[in-house]
């Protein structure tokens, strides 16, 4: 009887990715992969200078962050809003064009790019021998912290989306696995990743999208209702892990990425699902709220709302 084949990501190479509908894609990946070199603190004001830009022409991404920054943070006046979406612009401006850093640079040279804040906690958890759930929010940063992790040479999984261009999947999963990595498809489903954490991996897990009011149970976030999937305590249940929150930013200042770690969630999980959900979002705000800038706000986090609720959250 034949193994069932692992679903992950396919990083082989297609002939279909040289047809010329693709050439400006290459182009784009080209000039990442040359920025990659260039000197960090000239890039990062170059990624600066378009901030402005970036605000004004993107205008719907932009209402979606401002009404999010209203809803989390209602002490801030509109200039405050507009002060904290600009440093956010910036801040996906700069990891974007150093994106291409993990394929280009040197693995050591990569690995110095980073400082670490709270890694004793994820040496106690691997002392356990159980598999780890890093537990990490969307901030800009978020995928250097993943090949942070396996360039360390932890056996980590997670899911993704696959992009719709089919080249920029290609590269994009590709530099995910450029250590080791296992990155699934998220339409596959958990069961691929489950495996892999009972075979010693572990598990890169973003929780804080909207994924439906149908899959999802309803528990405050910043003060409001969001729809949490209620994933991660049955995981835990499923797999023994151990669950740690982490957080990956970039510091502009010292022109470095931070990975910060915090305790172990214990006792983890309870009897009660929603408190459990609740706490999952709790630790995100306490990572977040000191590093707002760092965080997507362009996602629609508020997009489904409670069964009699019809608000209409976002433009």
Not at 163 to 174: Q, S
Not at 249 to 268: G, N, Q, V
């Amino acid at each position: 009887m034949s193994t069932p084949r692992d679903p992950v990501f396919d990083a082989s190479f297609k002939r279909a990715f040289l047809h010329p509908r693709y050439w400006p894609t290459w182009l784009a990946l080209l000039l990442l992969l040359m920025l990659a070199w260039c000197p960090v603190r000239l890039r990062d004001r170059f990624a600066r200078s378009f901030a402005v830009l970036v605000i004004r022409f993107s205008k719907r991404p932009c209402d979606t962050a401002r009404t999010n920054l209203g809803l989390c943070f209602p002490e801030l006046d509109e200039a405050g809003r507009e002060a904290l979406l600009k440093q956010s612009v910036e801040i996906g401006l700069q990891t974007f064009l150093a994106f291409a850093e993990a394929t280009a640079l040197p693995k050591t040279w990569f690995m110095d790019r980073f400082k670490i804040d709270g890694w004793p906690h994820v040496e106690q958890a691997l002392a356990k021998g159980k598999p780890i759930i890093f537990m990490i929010p969307h901030s800009w940063a978020i995928d250097l912290a993943g090949l942070y992790m396996t360039a360390l040479g932890l056996p980590m999984c997670t899911m993704m989306h696959s992009a719709k261009n089919p080249v920029y999947d290609w590269f994009i999963n590709r530099q995910r696995a450029r250590f080791g990595g296992k990155v699934y498809e998220r339409s596959v489903g958990i069961k691929p990743a489950i495996k892999s954490m009972r075979e010693g991996f572990h598990f890169f897990y973003l929780p804080d999208q909207d994924h439906g009011a149908e899959l999802s149970v309803f528990v405050p976030f910043f003060g409001q209702l969001k729809a949490t999937l209620p994933a991660l305590p049955k995981l835990v249940k499923l797999t023994g892990a151990t669950v740690i929150p982490m957080f990956s930013a970039y510091d502009s200042a010292s022109a470095r990425y931070e990975l910060i770690f915090r305790p172990a969630l214990d006792p983890y999980p309870t009897a009660d699902l929603l408190t459990d959900t609740r706490q999952m979002n709790a630790e995100i705000e306490q990572m977040l709220d000191p590093r707002r800038e760092q965080y997507m706000w362009f996602l629609k986090y508020f997009r489904s709302r409670p069964q009699g609720d019809d608000t209409r959250i976002y433009k």
